[in-house]
């Protein structure tokens, strides 16, 4: 007998990924968290029935959370990742030297746990000394911070369920505050392409934009997100994404990655006709 795990990305279509193994499941105080085995995508975190990350192409989504803003921002030592309870974002900025401190602050402590469990690959550095993890509403951690952080990763769950508040006015303007004079803030901002999804890409980029000068959104190709087509959001206290990338720095910190490179960060700014038209009534 074959399992799948099927994820619908919309009422009349879905993804569909053969599994060998459910290694994990359970309901913890926020949401149900479930490991799965795969033959294609090795090992899935999925949340609430909805895929957050794949072994095979999480390295995607990570790097270009991370890596697009730590090539703008000169010198961030002082870095806030909010959700990112895999540890992926984590791994990624640890390969920075010159980053001094990581917060991480994940409502949900279950997520950690399975992670360093089941996901060793992507939560490798949570023992990095430089990491500190608080277990909380990342919503409600910002309303305490002023001029702390030179860079805020949003690595959140949809914009339903523990991560809503996440998406709001009141949480990205609590974000300008925590971020230092020249600090930049990224999240992820689901696809364009579902109607759904797009209305939400609109929501979203229209609370931002009320709450920093310069807001523009990126894209990656990750498989298993629906549609393929994932966006990103980079808003910005003073540098742009593309005019202040500084590329040679990056390049000569000599950092390994599998997607990101600072030719694909600049193509990455250029949106597609249909993204542009969808967001241009906002900004
Ligand atoms: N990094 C993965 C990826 O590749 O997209 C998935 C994102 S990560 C698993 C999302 C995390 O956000 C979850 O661990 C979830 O518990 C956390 N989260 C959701 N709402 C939150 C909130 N209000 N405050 C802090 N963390 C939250």
């Known amino acids: 007998m074959q399992l799948t795990f099927t994820e619908k990305h919309t009422p009349h279509v879905g993804l569909c990924i053969d599994v060998n193994k459910h290694l994990y499941t359970a309901q913890s105080a926020f949401q149900r968290i479930d490991v799965l085995e795969s033959p ?163 929501r979203i980029h229209k609370q931002i934009v009320l709450s920093f000068p310069l807001s523009r959104l990126y894209q990656a190709h990750i498989p298993t997100y629906p549609s393929g087509h994932w966006l990103f959001g980079f808003s910005s206290k003073k540098y742009h994404p593309v005019q202040h990338l500084d590329a040679d720095r990056w390049n000569a910190l000599n950092i390994k990655t599998r997607y990101y490179n600072t030719n694909l960060h600049k193509a990455a700014f250029a949106l597609p006709t249909y993204v542009e038209e969808l967001i241009k009534g906002v900004e």
């Open 40 to 202: 294609e995508f090795g090992r899935i975190l999925v949340l609430d029935g909805i895929l957050m990350l794949t072994e095979k192409d999480e390295f995607i989504y990570h790097e270009m959370i991370v890596h697009v803003p730590m090539a703008v921002h000169p010198a961030a030592k002082r870095v806030l990742v909010i959700g990112g309870g895999d540890g992926g974002a984590v791994r990624e900025l640890c390969k920075y030297d010159a980053v001094e401190r990581i917060d991480l602050v994940e409502i949900d402590a279950q997520v950690v746990e399975v992670c360093r469990e089941y996901l060793p690959a992507v939560s490798q550095s949570f023992s990095d000394p430089r990491v500190n993890v608080r277990y909380e509403d990342g919503l409600k951690y910002v309303r305490r911070c002023s001029d702390l952080y030179d860079i805020i990763v949003v690595d959140s769950t949809d914009p339903f369920g523990p991560g809503e508040g996440l998406f709001t006015k009141e949480f990205y303007g609590n974000c300008f505050k925590a971020l230092k004079e020249d600090g930049i803030l990224v999240n992820q901002h689901e696809n364009p392409f579902y109607p759904d999804d797009a209305a939400a890409v609109r």
